[in-house]
């Protein structure tokens, strides 16, 4: 068996991981660099983006960007698996994008969603077999929704790929479980190590964190939170918090469908996924989606207003125009707090990621900061290598300090250093 990083042995995101043996090939993630990075020119790696790719298909641990984002840029027939409710999650986004202003970006987002017709799904647990290898998916939290670690085995190895996860999510609960059943025996981890150079840092978790948003609902009446409309578990946390203090909760057709999506596949297994989307129960907490007509902005008018200003509202909003109208107006009111629910290095103007359409949108407000990160902090990281014991080693990816694996992590396994591109022989 043969290892190797093609991208991502020292950069968070754009990571690119190739697992082969006896001719056979899985590859796990191609998504795009994170904006601001130094852009490194990819050369053709075979049995993705050319050559033979009769023994190779790709899996994909999560939809954001930087681990999917470059599935156009593989040979047309190559097969690729992603989690069954990301994919459906990923194409109503993906669609959305087809509608932006940027013609040429939108002939991109054209492109990936018609490739998405041809993407095969998965379920947790379910072996997919490509030739000697096989590939077992395995759910973690993190903010993407249905997102996965894979063990990959052959030849008598098996190697466990983290992709992006947490131990401080509403679904944490389940990740030491999982891995004491399923990934046991492991000879390597590929781990992320996104958080890794914050070691002093306490990390909120999500329950934490709805638990301030839920007091800041019950002192403020009009609530606008800007979040990301695919950070799912936190859109649903912040539907709990609205109906707990008994506030409408708010959302644009776009942002609904994608909830629609969720609750449908998951409500079943857990009523966290349950939303009462016609409010016939309750007359309390009621869910309205704002319907756009046209390119007019959202307002409310009459009975609307009236129900919505008795009661106040958590109402999820996007930077674009739509909003604005409705955050201009009751931004001047004492009673309405405006949230900033996203990593803040998208508003730092020093960081190479900064959004200038983000900052302006929200400059003219008093914004509070409320997030917490999608990435496992060290203590998370220590305690699943001390639990999965790789045998031979932990590979970082996916961190922009993989040295500091060896100042934190040396005791619980040999740190084993790859240069992107390099190959690493299985033993
Ligand atoms: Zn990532
Ligand atoms: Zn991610």
Redesign the pocket.
């Known amino acids: 068996m043969k290892l190797t990083i093609h991208s991502g042995t020292n950069q968070i995101g754009g990571c690119i991981t190739e697992i082969e043996s006896g001719g056979y090939k899985v590859f796990i993630d191609f998504g795009e660099q994170l904006p601001g990075t130094e852009v490194k020119e990819l050369s053709l790696i075979v049995g993705l983006t050319g050559g033979d790719i009769s023994k190779s298909a790709l899996f994909i641990t999560?939809y954001?960007g930087?681990?999917i984002g470059k599935i156009c840029d593989t040979v047309a027939d190559l097969p690729i698996y992603v989690g069954k409710t990301a994919l459906d999650i990923f194409k109503c986004l993906e669609t959305r994008l087809t509608h932006i202003p940027d013609r040429k970006e939108a002939e991109k987002h054209k492109r990936i969603v018609e490739r998405i017709e041809t993407i095969n799904t998965f379920e947790p647990l379910q072996k997919i077999i490509i030739g000697k290898i096989t590939v077992t998916p395995l759910l973690v939290d993190?903010?993407?929704f249905d997102?996965y670690m894979f063990v990959i085995e052959a030849d008598n190895k098996r190697i466990l790929h983290t992709g992006?996860f947490r131990g401080h999510g509403f679904r944490s609960k389940g990740l030491m479980p999982t891995l004491k059943a399923y990934a046991r025996n492991i000879d390597y981890i590929i781990s992320e190590g996104t958080n890794i150079q914050r070691t002093n840092d306490k990390i909120k978790t999500e329950n934490e964190l709805q638990r301030d948003f839920i007091s800041y609902f019950r002192k403020y009446k009009y609530n606008f939170v800007l979040a990301s409309s695919t950070n799912i578990d936190r859109l649903f946390a912040l539907y709990h918090a609205a109906k707990k203090t008994s506030r409408c909760f708010v959302c644009d057709s776009y942002q609904a469908k994608i909830l629609k999506i969720v609750s449908k596949n998951h409500k079943q297994y857990t009523k966290f996924y349950d939303i009462d989307f016609n409010q016939t129960k309750s007359p309390v907490g009621r869910f309205f989606e704002l319907k756009r007509q046209g390119q007019n902005p959202f307002s409310f008018d009459g009975k609307l207003k009236l129900y919505l200003e008795r009661h106040g509202f958590c109402m999820l909003i996007r930077s674009n125009e739509a909003f604005k109208p409705l955050l201009e107006e009751y931004s001047k009111l004492n009673d309405t707090k405006i949230y900033y629910s996203m990593w803040d290095g998208y508003l730092d103007k020093n960081k190479p990621a900064f959004n200038e359409i983000l900052y302006n949108f929200l400059e003219p407000y008093n914004v509070k900061n409320m997030h917490t990160s999608?990435h496992a902090d060290s203590k998370t990281l220590k305690a699943i290598f001390e639990t999965v014991k790789p045998k031979s080693g932990i590979i970082p990816i996916h961190t922009e300090a993989p040295e500091k694996f060896e100042e934190l992590f040396h005791q619980q396994a040999s740190i084993i250093f790859l240069r992107d591109g390099e190959v690493f022989d299985v033993k």
Do not use: I
């Open positions: 999560h954001h930087d681990h993190h903010s993407a997102a992006d999608g």
